[in-house]
T-cell receptor, first 113, second 112 residues
Framework: ETGVTQSPTHLIKTRGQQVTLRCSSQSGHNTVSWYQQALGQGPQFIFQYYREEENGRGNFPPRFSGLQFPNYSSELNVNALELDDSALYLC????????????FGQGTRLTVV | AQRVTQPEKLLSVFKGAPVELKCNYSYSGSPELFWYVQYSRQRLQLLLRHISRESIKGFTADLNKGETSFHLKKPFAQEEDSAMYYCALALRVGGGADGLTFGKGTHLIIQP
């Protein structure tokens, strides 16, 4: 059984640029959620993907978008980066259903300068 | 709107002492609550969930709907319990699988 893996681990971008973060879900999991964790804060829900479609969204603007692929892996794209987008981005995978445990990746640390 | 509050940013107790990490929530529906833990240099992982009513690593948490609380307790703290603890509330975002609303976390330090 393989765990949730995210790439890259660290990234530095300039304000206004675009970034793509990647996540491979845990074996057997078909649902991927993305979270943003600013320094000193808990993770904040961005959105969730199931069956290659967005299945729910938190309070994030449209410049945050995503994709899910047939193998259940996922991408998070952020356009027009702002300084406040600097954070740890976490991916979590689950199996669709009630009360299933979310397994988290190690995260991608994004710094916007 | 859903909200999870963890009032203590930092909690320091001595080994062998009881531990209580506080969590309060606001949610209009029937809540599903979890405690996640992050040990140093490790990823976030589930500690326990209220629906299973189990004890993990000696920790328990009881959902009190009247007080809208889900405090995490352990009678005798151990040094390996030092970690960051997050209380989380499940969101019903779609067909069943859930996003989570997290509190800001409590850093628990167990002193020898």
């Amino acid at each position: 059984e393989t765990g949730v893996t995210q790439s890259p681990t660290h990234l530095i971008k300039t304000r206004g640029q675009q970034v793509t973060l990647r996540c491979s879900s845990q074996s057997g999991h078909n649902t991927v959620s993305w979270y943003q964790q600013a320094l000193g804060q808990g993770p904040q829900f961005i959105f969730q993907y199931y069956r290659e479609e967005e299945n729910g969204r938190g309070n994030f603007p449209p410049r945050f978008s995503g994709l899910q692929f047939p193998n259940y892996s996922s991408e998070l794209n952020v356009n027009a980066l702002e300084l406040d987008d600097s954070a740890l981005y976490l991916c979590a995978s689950t199996q669709q259903g009630l009360n299933t445990e979310a397994f988290f990746g190690q995260g991608t640390r994004l710094t916007v300068v | 709107a859903q909200r999870v509050t963890q009032p203590e940013k930092l909690l320091s107790v001595f080994k062998g002492a009881p531990v209580e990490l506080k969590c309060n929530y606001s949610y209009s529906g029937s809540p599903e609550l979890f405690w996640y833990v992050q040990y140093s240099r490790q990823r976030l992982q589930l500690l326990l969930r209220h629906i299973s009513r189990e004890s993990i690593k000696g920790f328990t948490a009881d959902l009190n709907k009247g007080e809208t609380s889900f405090h995490l307790k352990k009678p005798f703290a151990q040094e390996e319990d030092s970690a960051m603890y997050y209380c989380a509330l499940a969101l019903r975002v779609g067909g069943g699988a859930d996003g989570l609303t997290f509190g800001k976390g409590t850093h628990l330090i167990i002193q020898p």
